[in-house]
């Protein structure tokens, strides 16, 4: 008997939402010896490269100079939200960048109300109080976490400030998604956050040991692939049905966090990621367009 096409788009989301939650684990112990800027650039400059094969192999259009200011304003949003994403969850425990993350559609959701003055309504509302809540408990719901090789203020804002920027990604996105294709408009931000990294991680250039080479490679891979897998997913999933894939990510996080660092979370990570989710979920049947595919 063959599988359904329900079946087949799940596992293909599960494994992109693992192939990318697996890429963090790459880049967070990257951070551990190399410059945060060195590692945002490797992993865009490597995606950039991966998804450019793959456009060659699948023979799929390719970025088009006419879209060139809208893919260097979202390439440029993404190098920053990468240095602050990476940085993160280089200090802090894997889950708890991972489930601060989760709040961006929170924050789409109000800058739609704000900047593109789409409606509030009642509902739409109580998924931000919710989602706001739920990064409250995390930040402060427990015990101080310990950070790495950080301040405690650093860490924290840049967690926090990552879905943000993220969340500002994903309204250009939804206004640019008709343009052209989901791999060329990935495969040219890209490499614009490759090349808008480039001068900083220069800057600050660590040659990088012998043994992280084969990380270095594998990161932007991850990237690629996860980025197909959770495509190729979305296109057979409902959205509703998509989105409790992607929640999965803080499960990823959690099981990637104590496997390769000995990471261990509290209540407070659960309890929280659990009312972002809840949000997320209420945000996305209260908005009158679904959110874009998730970007590599």
């Given at each position: 008997m063959s599988q359904s096409p329900s079946l087949i788009g799940f596992l293909l989301g599960a494994g992109g939402v693992a192939a990318l939650c697996a890429m963090d684990v790459v880049a967070k112990s990257l951070g551990a010896s190399l410059p945060i800027l060195q590692v945002v650039f490797v992993r865009y400059a490597g995606a950039a490269l991966w998804l450019a094969l793959y456009l060659l192999i699948t023979r799929r259009a390719w970025p088009k100079k006419t879209y060139l200011k809208r893919h260097a304003l979202r390439g440029s949003l993404m190098a920053v939200t990468a240095f602050f994403f990476f940085y993160g969850i280089t200090h802090l425990p894997l889950a708890i960048a991972a489930a601060l993350a989760m709040s961006a559609p929170i924050y789409v959701s109000f800058l739609g109300i704000v900047i593109l003055k789409e409606p509030a309504s009642p509902v739409l509302l109580?998924?931000?109080?919710?989602?706001?809540?739920?990064?409250?408990?995390?930040?402060?719901?427990?015990?101080?976490?310990?950070?790495?090789?950080?301040?405690?203020?650093?860490?924290?804002?840049?967690?926090?400030?990552?879905?943000?920027?993220?969340?500002?990604?994903?309204?250009?996105?939804?206004?640019?998604?008709?343009?052209?294709?989901?791999?060329?408009?990935?495969?040219?931000?890209?490499?614009?956050?490759?090349?808008?990294?480039?001068?900083?991680?220069?800057?600050?250039?660590?040659?990088?040991?012998?043994?992280?080479?084969?990380?270095?490679?594998?990161?932007?891979?991850l990237g690629t692939i996860g980025f197909i897998l959770l495509i190729a997913g979305l296109r057979r999933l409902p959205a509703s049905i998509f989105a409790s894939i992607d929640y999965t990510g803080l499960l990823w996080a959690a099981f990637f966090g104590y496997i390769f660092f000995g990471e261990t979370v509290g209540l407070r990570v659960w309890l929280g990621g659990g009312l972002i989710i809840a949000a997320c979920a209420i945000s996305m049947r209260a908005r009158p367009k679904p959110l874009p595919a998730p970007l590599a």
């Open positions: 109580l998924a931000i109080l919710l989602g706001l809540a739920g990064s409250l408990i995390i930040i402060f719901g427990g015990a101080p976490v310990v950070t790495t090789g950080s301040s405690t203020l650093m860490a924290w804002a840049a967690a926090i400030l990552a879905p943000v920027c993220y969340a500002c990604v994903l309204v250009l996105l939804k206004h640019h998604s008709s343009d052209e294709g989901a791999a060329a408009m990935i495969l040219a931000q890209s490499a614009i956050a490759a090349l808008v990294s480039l001068p900083f991680a220069a800057s600050t250039l660590i040659v990088p040991p012998a043994d992280t080479l084969w990380q270095i490679a594998l990161i932007g891979f």
